[in-house]
């Protein structure tokens, strides 16, 4: 099974930026896809970005132009590069990786937008 641990997040100013990272380890399986979901108060989790095992981004229209996910390959780490932050943007974001045996979580990374 695949451990990831996020880190990255806190708080920002509107129009501020914030890099969440998230890296895997304990496993050998090959890793198909990475990215992130958020979870708002009284939302339910969205998706908000994947990057596919052949380093195609894809985004939520919500994010898109704002948001980049880059992918080290070597430290077997998926970022979250958010710039233009809004209020809106406030959740709680947990990263993913799908391999062949199946999706593993991220423990969730609290991303205040506020002034």
């Known amino acids: 099974q695949v451990q990831l641990v996020e880190s990255g997040g806190g708080l920002v100013q509107p129009g501020g930026s914030l890099r969440l990272s998230c890296v895997a380890s304990?496993?050998?399986?090959?890793?198909?896809?990475m990215g992130w979901y958020r979870q708002a108060p009284g939302k339910q989790r969205e998706w908000v970005a994947t990057?596919?095992?052949?380093?195609?981004?894809y985004y939520t229209h919500y994010v898109k132009g704002r948001f980049t996910i880059p992918r080290d390959y070597v430290l077997n780490t998926v970022y979250l590069q958010m710039n233009s932050l809004k209020p809106e943007d406030t959740a709680v974001y947990y990263c993913f990786t799908d391999t062949t045996f199946g999706r593993s979580w991220g423990q969730g990374t609290q991303v205040t937008v506020s002034s």
């Open positions: 990057i596919q095992s052949g380093g195609s981004p």
């Open positions: 304990g496993s050998s399986a090959s890793v198909n896809a």
